[in-house]
């Protein structure tokens, strides 16, 4: 079907009227996210679960919530990379450094966040760093 | 920035008061049981307490360790060599803490970077999931 349309466009001149949608960072971290929620077991019902990569330095887990009087509730904890080490980073608690089975377990959620977002999103074997077989709908020059 | 040079562990039971300065690139081979803050390193001083296990890696012997400690005009006793068991398992943790600090760190700048690739190339299209 790529090939007939590549030929009429060569043929005909005209070009596809399909306009690509381009990537943003939101795009992208929404789509990681998909995969980040389901790493931590079943959400609970009426729960919003969200975890993901911010950035180079940055993990974030965010839940919301309803509580008995049915009022809202928010939870986000950000794990920050630092030179000293992995900074749990909570509103309104004491900021501390991660070790032990808390390391141990968000390390074990990093991996498997990293190696499925690399197969399933961006189409890369996380270990070898080779692309898995794909065709793009549009590549950019 | 998390070392991995811990293949040759080789710890030394000491006990210590005090600040220990030294060169930083030295302190990534102290990682003890404790797992001392890297915090405590990015000033150039390592902050030992009493019966830290001190993995000195290549510098494996006391004359290094009270070499420092000399320099520091700080107080060290070596109580002598962990047994094999009690070293298994520091060593074993200090690995999992290692492998896990690195595992935390490295992921977000491959994907950083996955991401500029895919912004450059990919489509939404491309890279959607399924909802």
Not at chain 1, 51 to 73: I, M, S
Not at chain 2, 14 to 35: K, M, N, Q, W, Y
């Amino acid at each position: 079907m790529k090939l007939f349309q590549q030929l009429k466009q060569l043929i005909t001149g005209q070009v596809s009227s399909r306009t690509p949608q381009r990537l943003t960072d939101r795009y992208l971290i929404e789509q990681e996210s998909l995969i980040g929620r389901e790493l931590f077991g079943p959400i609970p019902d009426g729960h919003k679960r969200e975890f993901f990569c911010l950035d180079a330095k940055t993990w974030v887990w965010h839940e919301e919530w309803r509580d008995e009087n049915n009022a809202p509730q928010t939870s986000t904890t950000r794990y920050e990379v630092q030179p000293g080490g992995v900074l749990k980073v909570q509103p309104g608690r004491v900021y501390k450094y991660l070790d032990g089975e808390e390391l141990e377990n968000l390390a074990l959620a990093v991996r498997m966040y990293y190696d499925r977002s690399m197969r399933e999103i961006y189409k890369f074997d996380p270990q070898t760093g080779q692309p898995i077989h794909r065709t793009p709908a549009t590549i950019y020059s | 920035m998390f070392s991995n040079n811990q293949n040759t562990y080789n710890p030394v039971r000491a006990t210590t008061r005090g600040v220990i300065p030294g060169e930083l690139t030295h302190f990534d081979e102290f990682l003890g049981s404790r797992h001392i803050e890297r915090g405590s390193l990015s000033d150039g001083t390592l902050d030992l307490h009493e019966d830290d296990t001190l993995y000195t890696g290549e510098h494996n012997d006391e004359a290094y360790l009270r070499g420092l400690a000399q320099a520091a005009e700080t107080e060290l006793t070596v109580v002598g060599q962990a047994s094999t068991q009690e070293s298994s398992l520091e060593q074993d943790a200090a690995r999992r803490f290692a492998v896990a600090q690195e595992t935390i760190a490295r992921a977000p700048i491959q994907l950083d970077a996955m991401r500029e690739y895919a912004k450059a190339h990919y489509t939404q299209e491309d890279v959607a999931l399924a909802a």
